[in-house]
């Protein structure tokens, strides 16, 4: 028989879908029945922002707090310089502490959308422990702890020997790092859960061990699935690359247009996932058919939008979408690029644009979509890849379109 949660957040995951795995799922419902608690999830700076493959970890923390809880969001200012080896094909790229620095500083922008730090939630970070620590020390007092017959069992490390490609000495010293996280901030603010992806199960439960073991802690992990789309693909890419979660990286309004472009079958299960609506208007709108299904589309946009950017950016997202698609209009949000003069030069050719607008990833690309019909400008069909445009031409704006779905400005200074 299915254990039924009483506490509040442990109601939402199971409910809403955030549930995969949990180490002791009575016992951590029992725990957090008894009064608030201290949860986290650590997010390594290996780039200027954090994309829509983050979002759902994002939300785990936004329903702990909303349920009463702690949330802790713990930068890896120390892991990243060692970098998560988990089911992936190689090694990250090393980060100096400047670009990582950098980078959580990116990052920091977006949790502040969802969760109040002024009530409960904190950010910490990592290097506050890690940086200075004693090598000899930690080899010591940490390391004899941990089995390496059983860190090679873990699937994010089997998989990768399994296919023959190397796992270095310094990543295999990630998941020890991760463990001690999880001791570090019981000991030190009393936190009781780490949660992350089903690819942490591994470091999650090293980490559960480890405290145990030297401090005698109680402490349980929880573990989401990791999301692929219902036609396979991995959460967080789109077609023309990552669906980043900071708006100088990525409009609002090709954010909203991401959402929008969610295929039936999951619009259901991502109104659970990312809004906050209730269970039975998710499961209404995620029941529409045909034509009616794009209200559905519409609204999981401008739900996910708000959450993150506002809902004045949301709204004008929703107002240039009916613009460019039912009005057949250019809309007041669409990516813009913006040229000078200097930069047109004699001309430019309508390839060069496709690709400096983003509608396109090459000028290899950017000649197919012509070739195929695929792109328009000002809503008429471009057939030329050798048209060349001039500051004239541009005089007013330029819209271009790749396909009915994707679309940019282009402009003069």
Known sequence: MTYSPRSDFLHVMQSRGFLADCTDLQGLDETLLKGAQSAY???????????????????????????????????????????????????????????????????????????????????????????????????????RHFSINRMLSFESVKSRLDREQSLSFLEFNYMILQAYDFMELHRRYGCILQMGGSDQWGNIVNGIDLTRRVIDGEVYGLTSPLLTTSDGKKMGKSQSGAVWLNPEMLSPYEFWQFWRNTTDADVGRFLKLYTELPLDECDRLGALEGAEINEAKGRLATEVTTLLHGAEAAAAAADTAREVFEKGGVGDDLPTLSLSAGDIGDGMSIVQLIVKSGLAGSGKEAKRLIAEGGARMNDAPLTNAGLMIDADALSTPIKLSAGKKRHALVQLD
């Open 41 to 143: 999830i650590g997010f390594d700076a290996t780039a200027q922002s954090l994309h829509v493959g983050s979002l759902i970890q994002i939300m785990m923390l936004r329903w702990f707090q909303n349920t009463g809880h702690n949330p802790i969001t713990l930068m890896g200012g120390g892991t990243t310089k060692v970098g998560d080896p988990s089911f992936r094909a190689d090694e990250r790229p090393l980060l100096d502490a400047a670009a990582i620095d950098a980078n959580i500083a990116g990052i920091k922008k977006v949790f502040s959308a969802y969760l109040n730090y002024g009530s409960g939630a904190q950010m910490l970070n990592n290097a506050e422990w890690l940086d200075d620590l004693n090598y000899l020390d930690f080899l010591r007092d940490i390391g």
